[in-house]
């Protein structure tokens, strides 16, 4: 648990199998990926909206997607997607399944690689489940980074960067130029890399990366304001931005409309008005940012703030934009074994403010003493992902079986093959 969900001791360390185990896997499974047209996305911030926007508008279009995204928030299958809706209990059991002689053949066959780990085996297993589906394009999320991570196996035909910032520094580095490369590793010659405005710094990096690869750059500036999304928050407009470019480059132009119709549970998602519960998984100095603006957009104030992150991430940073909209904080702690303690949290949450802070192990507990002292005001719960979905269990909210209603998505297509890299 201390290097991640999914970590296998097992596996061979060396930067070639960091790949390597996810090809020969698909290459077992008869290359599925060259049977769809693959759409990777990497970035600090907006990965997993961006490709939740550009799933929608695909269907909108009449274009069968699959749509792989991570973390999940409260069951796992939440991950992979087809026209928007969660791969069912059976199917998934029955994917589970048929993976299972491909790993044995992968040992007998690249022993020297070791075992695969659980991100690589559900990256090919999402991979072929869209071919299986009719799926004409694959909306990848990449889980860490970029170069090395599972889902560069594939040769994408657009490769998309969202807004790009400090995070995951212990692997991808400290300095922003160092975290651009390795998220530059997306990129591939003669194909498509659409990019969000991005810092100078970061901005003379990825134009360094694309000159060196020989892609084509397209850098893509927010929708105007007046643009009516379903997921709130001023920063939805880059990502819906990104989604409509990549969306054109498919060659779908129409469905706006489905940018409206996206539900992405656990970005800035209310619940009730008596009081009022927002809960957005802001895990970064970028994604609290972004939520301390919309909060204060819609006029809250003295907010009951729930927080719990885990020990990788940088605190201060995430609780500095918060702790002025807060009224008293109620400090908690995420499941797991990479969790921060609530005491360590707390002491952080003292020196950087004079308001009450109270520490509570179980979210529940912080959840009622909330709610309880909100009369009538705003209670927001954030610092981590896996702390949302908990809140959602908690709250009696079910996972999201589909991610938008009221669009006609397209059935069965034939599957359009991508040019191999």
Known sequence: MERGVG??????????????????????????????????????????????????????????AGLYTQPHLQVYRERIRVDGVMVGPTDFAAAVDHWRPHVARLLERHPEAGEP?????????????????????????????????????????????????????????????????????????????????????????????????????????????????????????????????????????????????????????????????????????????????????????AIQLIIGMYRDKEAARILRPLLPLAERVFVTRPRGARALPAADLARMCRALTRIPIETHEDLGHALAAARLGARGRTVCVTGSLALVGEARDQLGLAPAERLWAGLRCSGPTEAVPTIAT
């Open 7 to 64: 970590w296998n001791p097992a596996a061979a360390p060396g930067e070639q199998w960091k790949l390597g185990r996810t090809r020969a896997l698909l290459d077992l499974a008869g290359a599925p990926d060259r049977r769809v047209r693959c759409v990777l996305i990497a970035g600090t911030k907006g990965k997993g909206s961006t490709a939740a926007f550009l799933a929608a508008l695909l269907c909108a279009g009449g274009v069968r």
């Open 117 to 301: 780990t659980t991100f690589e085996i559900t990256t090919a297993l999402a991979i072929k489940l869209f071919a299986e589906s009719g799926c004409s394009v694959a909306v990848l999320e990449v889980g860490l980074g970029g170069r090395l991570d599972a889902t560069n196996a594939v040769g994408p035909e657009i490769s998309i960067l969202t807004t790009i910032d400090r995070g995951h520094t212990d692997i991808l580095g400290t300095r922003l130029d160092q975290i651009a490369r390795e998220k530059a590793g997306i990129l591939r010659r003669d194909r498509v890399a659409i990019i969000a405005q991005q810092r100078p710094s970061v901005r003379r990096t990825l134009l360094r990366a694309c000159r060196e690869v020989g892609a084509r750059c397209t850098w893509v500036d927010p929708l105007p304001a007046s643009t009516i999304l379903g997921l709130a928050g001023a920063h939805q407009r880059q990502n819906a931005a990104l989604a409509v470019a990549a969306a054109t480059a498919l060659g779908v132009r129409d469905g706006m409309d489905a940018l409206e119709r996206l539900r992405w549970p656990g970005r800035s998602e209310t619940i009730g008005d008596g009081p009022r519960i927002v809960l957005d998984g802001a895990h970064d100095p970028v994604s609290a940012r972004a939520l301390a603006d919309e909060l204060r957009s819609r006029g809250d104030q």
